[in-house]
């Protein structure tokens, strides 16, 4: 029996020791603007989502209202939605922000609704409105 309890231990042991590694999907690249200090790496989550991990924006002096745009040669379509991944007690949620950026992140999570089919695009990136 004491054998038992010393294995049963050890399993436990075992299994709270293992930590999953996060997915975040397909990485497409790397989004860089030094000027917004604008960093993050990009994911193609599914046919629907891309994932931005370890989004950093310094926080604007002016407001700046940056858009994730999807683009081809001939065509451009605004993200439909952005949802920034937040921690609390229960696990993580997905809380929507609106379509614009407007302050700053630091190692932030977000993710960001595809406009139609994501085949049908060949481009992603962040475009200041008011810049553009």
Same mark, same amino acid.
């Given at each position: 029996?004491?054998? #038992? @309890?010393?294995?049963? !231990? &050890?399993?436990?042991?075992?299994? %709270?020791?293992?930590? /999953? ?22 994911? #193609? @989550?599914?046919?629907? !989502? &891309?994932?931005?991990?370890?989004? %950093?924006?310094?926080? /604007? ?29 229960n696990g993580q949620y997905a809380k929507p922000i ?35």
């Amino acid at each position: 029996m004491r054998n #038992l @309890v010393g294995i049963i !231990a &050890v399993i436990v042991i075992t299994i %709270n020791a293992a930590n /999953a590694v996060d997915y975040f999907g397909v990485k497409l690249g790397t989004l860089r603007n030094t000027t917004f200090g604008l960093t993050g790496d990009v994911w #193609l @989550v599914n046919g629907t !989502a &891309v994932q931005i991990t370890n989004l %950093n924006l310094n926080p /604007a002096r002016e407001k700046l209202d940056l858009s994730f745009y999807f683009s081809t040669a001939e065509e451009v379509a605004k993200g439909e939605q952005i949802y920034q991944i937040l921690n609390s007690p229960n696990g993580q949620y997905a809380k929507p922000i609106g379509v614009s950026l407007d302050g700053g992140f630091q190692n932030a999570r977000l993710v960001v609704t595809i406009p139609n089919n994501y085949k049908k695009w060949a481009f992603f990136g962040v475009v200041a409105e008011d810049k553009w």
